[in-house]
Structure formats: C-alpha cells, structure tokens
C-alpha cells in the first residue's frame, strides 16, 4: 500500500514531527547533495520556530520524529545523524510540502507565509509598504498579527502604521 501524504500526513504524524519534516524536506529541496545534516535539519527547527513563535520541543523529541520517519521508511539515517535517503514513494518533495501546508495546524503559518510573501513584492517596487497594499496583495483581511509576527522575528520594521520596510 502507497502512503498518501495528502490524506495521511496528519494522522500519522503529530504536529511537530510534521514541522521536523518538513525541514528536511525544505532542506532536500535546496541542496544538492545527497546526505542532509542532522545539525542542519535542527537548526532551520529552531529557527522555523522563532519565525512562527512555535514552542521548540526537546533536541530528544526531534530525533525521535527522525526515527519515526525512518521507521516508516520514508528516510534512511547514518551514524552522527545523517539522513542518506529520501524515500517519497510516488509524490514529489513538493507535493509533501503541500500536503503538510494543507494541514489545519499549519494555517497560521501559511497566512503568515502569505503576508511576508506579499510585503517582499511590494517591496521590490518600494521602499516601505501600507497595511492596505498588504492587505490588497495578500488577500487578508486583517494582516495586524502576521504583520507583528514579522516584525518581531526580524523579518520586516514598522517605522509607524503606514511605513513597513523590508529588512
């Protein structure tokens, strides 16, 4: 039987597992080597946590996610914590992506994906940006907590209501 990670993904996983994955996932898709580092997958963990204001779990419980994705079968992990295969069965790195994104815990992390994908556009164009042409680009109604979120991350400054810039 093939894992369907488009109807299986939340169910066989819990939430920070899903967050462990898709690390990996993000980091097999922008590197071309075959062996991903542990210590790597840890650290954009870490750091997808601060972004996100996700509590981190224990170093323990994120190897015990790898151990749990190995023991499905879906990576391959070498001694000092190298992950040397991914297996996806028929889907690609991007549809597990997807699959993942889709997952009702994630919306607050895809709404905030939206709001910061919106600002980084319009700041191509622009020095600083307005809630309402965020607001007209992201589609959110009302992008006050993403717009925070950012902001205290060091993602974006709010110089005053009207003058959001790109850091």
């Known amino acids: 039987m093939t894992f369907n990670p488009y109807e299986e993904v ?9 967050v462990v994955i898709l690390n990996i996932l993000k980091v097999a898709r922008s590197q071309k080597k075959k062996t991903i580092e542990g210590t790597e997958v840890h650290q954009r963990y870490l750091r997808m946590c601060y972004e996100y204001d996700i509590e981190p779990v224990f170093r323990n419980n994120i190897l ?4 749990a994705f190995e023991v499905a079968g879906f990576i391959k992990i070498k001694p000092g914590m190298k992950i040397t295969k991914l297996d996806l069965g028929e889907y690609t790195i991007d549809d597990w992506i997807q699959a993942i994104m889709l997952s009702p815990d994630f919306s607050k992390i895809k709404r905030q994906d939206t709001v910061r994908d919106a600002i980084q556009e319009l700041a191509k164009s622009q020095k600083s940006v307005t809630r309402d042409q965020i607001k007209e680009a992201s589609g959110i109604d009302d992008p006050s907590g993403e717009i925070f979120k950012l902001v205290k991350s060091g993602v974006i400054m709010e110089v005053g209501p009207d003058d959001i810039r790109w850091v």
């Not at 939340?10 to 939430?15: N, W």
């Not at 015990?64 to 151990?67: F, S, V, W």
């Open 10 to 18: 939340d169910s066989y996983f819990v939430f920070h597992q899903r």
């Open 64 to 67: 015990y996610a790898l151990k």
